[in-house]
């Protein structure tokens, strides 16, 4: 006998989870739909070569590839074992193996389905996604190897008020989600013109790497990364005043202006920060506490402007639960050059676990049923009835359902009371001859006799 169990880093979700699940897609699409962006879908698989040196070499080695179909038919089994054999050893990505891989984000199957349907869509192209992501991660709180992504992202339009566009649709949804949120956000381009202060053009990636590891490792295992990846020992010591920097954002700015004023792409990125920070220094973010954070990197190496990332300023999840950027040429590499985009990524899972801590979700959702009406009946005649009254409300949208089984009247109350349906229309001959139903409110106790319309205008 075979005990059931799931893989580790996935989750099953019940009725109560998923009517609180779906009450965030739900007000996450809204807001997507409201600021003009269109729905899309791409396959959960994607050929190995789309995804592989895309996310850094970290990234690569979360990618859960697929064994090719059928591979013990294959007459080539020797150069089959020495590509398993290198793929154990180096984690080597070999088309001979595999050819194809679940998505890792939804951001570069994007950038692939854009160059795939360019003459088809309308440039500045806005879309959101909302589907599941796979990733070969080691499980913890906050952390799955399964889990949804809700993406919106601006592609064909380099203006920054896409930027200030996505910073008022965060606020608005994290307001009706009432998840207060600090925001952070900084610029690819001042962190690669900290890599030319520091005479490491060269290194940016392994800089941005272990900078975007200081709230997980702390000064001492960023300084220590850095050191491995052969950043030289000077260039370590000049970092330190920027990972230790406190202040407010005008504080901020105004040293990196001192640091970086005779570097050009630097000059670039405050001069995109200035323009995020005057607009919203008049307005009043609902829910959202924007922050410069000049040590926010984000390992992916597409992000070449703005980087964001969002976490929670309540309950005991320190992970972000939203992150995303300005990348000005990831479509470039399939093929089409100077196609300049902006996207965020809501981390649908991470949102449900705070919300789950916080308990702000309406009294609707946590209700364990949708169902507005249950009609119970005491027989078979009275059954077939009730399958007619039931299709009239439906036509009226309004949730029903019928108890399908002959048991006593108490059983099928029972049953509405554990499933929380809030009221029960009795069903008799009576009922049947006069076209009066009994309706009974299940939390007050409160019974009358309606017609099928009162019913219908009472439940509405």
Known sequence: MIKPSIPSGTRDFGTTDMLKRNYIFNTIKQNFELFGYSPIETPAMEKITTLTGKYGDEGDQLIFKILNSRIHESKQKDILLNEFKASLEFSKNSEELTEK??????????????VMNQHNL???????????????????????????????DVIGSDSLINELELINLMDKCFAELKIPVTLKFNNRKILSAIAQLINEPNKIVEITVAIDKLDKIGVDGVNKELQNSGVNPKAIEQLQPLINFKGNNLEKVSVLAQMLNNIEIGLKGIEEINFILNYFSEKNLKHILLELDITLARGLTYYTGTIFEAKANAGNLTSSILGGGRYDDLTGIFGLKNMSGVGISFGIDRIFDVMNELNVYPNSVNQISTTQLMFAHFGNDELTYCLNLANELRQQNINCEVYPDLAKIKKQFDFANKKQIPYVCVIGSEEMQSQLYTLKNLASGEQEKLSLNQIIQKLK
């Open 101 to 114: 891989a679940l998505r890792y984000d939804l951001t570069v199957p994007f950038a692939r389905y854009v």
């Open 122 to 152: 309308t440039f500045p192209f806005k879309r959101y996604q909302i589907q599941p992501v796979w990733r070969a991660d080691r499980p913890q709180k906050g952390r799955y190897r399964e889990f949804f992504q809700c993406d919106a």
